[in-house]
């Protein structure tokens, strides 16, 4: 398997490009700009949501509001239906510090 040509083809998958930029969420407003925006990505087929393991939260994505309530820790895991490339929301609801909308490392 060459690494770097199945590299390329994850980094052109056009569905999931938009995803893979790794953002920083600012408090309680951006989660639940980028819950909506993950929720959507769901709906249109794009990302599906993984196991998040042993990290889960108590509530399921589906099952989530974009303006909560939230679990103080949360993790939400999604893949790119296409490619397969991974994602993962998190976030740090009880201080409403924020979090992160990042790829995940293969
Ligand atoms: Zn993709």
């Known amino acids: 398997m060459d690494t770097k040509k199945a ?8 569905r999931c490009s938009a995803f ?10 951006g989660l639940s700009y980028a819950i909506t925006n ?3 990505a769901v709906a249109e087929g794009v990302l599906s949501e993984t196991d998040a393991g042993p ?8 099952d989530l509001h974009p303006n909560g309530p939230y679990d103080d820790l949360l993790i939400y895991s999604f893949k790119c239906t296409n ?4 994602f993962q929301l998190s976030a740090e609801t009880y201080h ?5 909308w990042a790829p995940r490392a293969i």
């Open 96 to 100: 409403g510090s924020g979090g992160n």
């Open 55 to 62: 990290m889960a939260g108590t509530i399921t994505f589906s």
């Open 83 to 86: 490619c397969g490339r991974q």
């Open 38 to 40: 993950a929720k959507m």
């Open 7 to 14: 590299m390329l083809s994850r980094m052109s998958c056009k």
């Open 20 to 29: 893979q930029t790794r953002r920083h969420i600012w408090g309680l407003q």
